[in-house]
């Protein structure tokens, strides 16, 4: 596949999410091309990341198991994540900063927190939050604030 | 027209160990030409037909053909991407098994649209606007192009099959027993819309099959095929109102009259 460049199948999941949902819906193992030749998966990194991959100054490394294959991409390389014309490639957005730390502009998971429909956004790279609470950042949901309201 | 063939085959042949497949076979293929090779099964018509269309590499002979620059090239010297860019954009391949030819399991619109994403097609809007056109052409509802071909009847999935490889425009159309476990009038339906996009755009085809009827109504030529060899080939009505060899005799006086 790579070697003969055929990825017209990656547009194919694509368009499919169109035809289906009216956008699309892939929201991690969001394929890209790298520099201009390779279609990759970045799997399992939420498509929130994917335009950070672009000529990122790290080496980044990719496990693909059931290929067996490490997939590598260099540092300072293009990374484009594949899209339609008039339907361009977006990552999430998010309207609230992480709860506990204040964090924004980075990938929220949304945690469920009691059986009444009550839910709050945290960071997904949880180390960084936990450097970040330890830095002194406070969230409206941090534990201090619930302690101080019990 | 064009002053030149489309296909060269010079001295084809095909042998799977001591068997053999086909040989020497050679013929040339116009633009918009219709050329149906018939025989009996195992009569080495698939054998030919998967040569040509490079399915197979054949133990000797040459398949040359003229590329959309005029170039000539013998398609066993062709690089794979070569090859393999060859059968999605100017070359189209009709499987007797929709099945074969399909993906199952996504929409009948990016079926079709797949040829044209496969090519550079980044604009979802037109690859659905030409996958509606298309499906509309071969007689399909626009409102089933977000089912999947499971849930087509086999008369609607080959239709389909055949969309998906027209879309690309290409010149050159290898079909194998198109007609092939579909229903007497499902049949006559989808030669009647052979027939039609065949004429309409100009299309050149190779159609293997083992029913006179389809040679009959949509080839130009006609080869006769038995045990590996061509034995009898000319114009369609020529070939089947005036059959020379005593097995071609043979095969047109077995088609039941009814």
Not at chain 1, 64 to 76: D, N
Not at chain 2, 69 to 96: C, I, K, P
């Amino acid at each position: 596949m790579h070697a003969l460049e055929e990825y017209g199948l990656m547009h194919v999941k694509l368009y499919e999410d169109i035809a289906g949902h009216g956008r699309i819906a892939t929201t991690y193992a969001y394929p890209v091309k790298v520099e201009g030749r390779y279609v990759m998966d970045p799997s399992p990194t939420p498509k929130f990341d994917n335009p950070k991959m672009h000529m990122s100054p790290a080496l980044q490394l990719f496990g693909a198991g059931r290929e067996m294959r490490i997939y590598a991409v260099p540092p300072f390389t293009e990374v484009v994540s594949l899209d339609f014309e008039d339907h361009p490639f977006e990552i999430q957005h998010f309207t609230q900063p992480c709860a506990l730390c204040a964090a924004t502009g980075v990938y929220l998971d949304e945690v469920i927190s009691d059986d009444h429909g009550g839910h709050m956004f945290v960071c997904s790279d949880t180390d960084n939050c936990e450097e970040r609470r330890a830095e002194g950042h406070r969230g409206h949901l941090s534990g201090e604030e619930l302690e101080a309201a019990e | 027209m064009s002053e030149q063939p489309l296909l060269r085959v010079e001295g084809l042949s095909k042998y799977y160990g001591n068997r053999l497949g086909c040989t020497d076979v050679s013929f040339e293929l116009w633009p918009g030409e219709v050329l149906a090779i018939v025989g009996e099964s195992g009569s080495g018509k698939t054998t030919l037909l998967n040569c040509l269309s490079t399915h197979l590499e054949p133990s000797s002979g040459r398949t040359e053909y003229r590329m959309r620059d005029e170039v000539w090239r013998n398609l066993y010297e062709l690089s794979e991407a070569e090859r393999r860019f060859l059968m999605r954009t100017d070359w189209g391949f009709v499987h007797q098994n929709p099945a074969d030819g399909l993906r199952m399991t996504v929409s009948a619109g990016a079926n079709v649209g797949e040829r044209l994403m496969a090519v550079g097609d980044r604009h979802y809007g037109h690859i659905r606007d030409t996958a509606v056109d298309w499906l509309g052409r071969v007689e399909i509802a626009a409102d089933r192009i977000d089912d999947q071909p499971r849930s087509f009847s086999g008369g609607m999935r080959q239709r389909l099959q055949i969309a998906r490889n027209l879309v690309t425009g290409p010149r050159l159309v290898f079909m194998d027993e198109p007609t092939g476990g579909l229903d007497v009038s499902v049949q006559a339906r989808l030669l009647d819309l052979l027939r039609g996009l065949v004429g309409e755009l100009g299309l050149a085809a190779i159609i293997v099959t083992h029913d006179l009827a389809v040679a009959r109504l949509l080839s130009h030529r006609m080869m006769v095929m038995k045990d590996g060899r061509v034995i009898e080939a000319g114009l369609t009505d020529r070939v089947l109102d005036d059959p020379r060899e005593p097995y071609t005799q043979l095969l047109v006086s077995s088609i039941l009259q009814v």
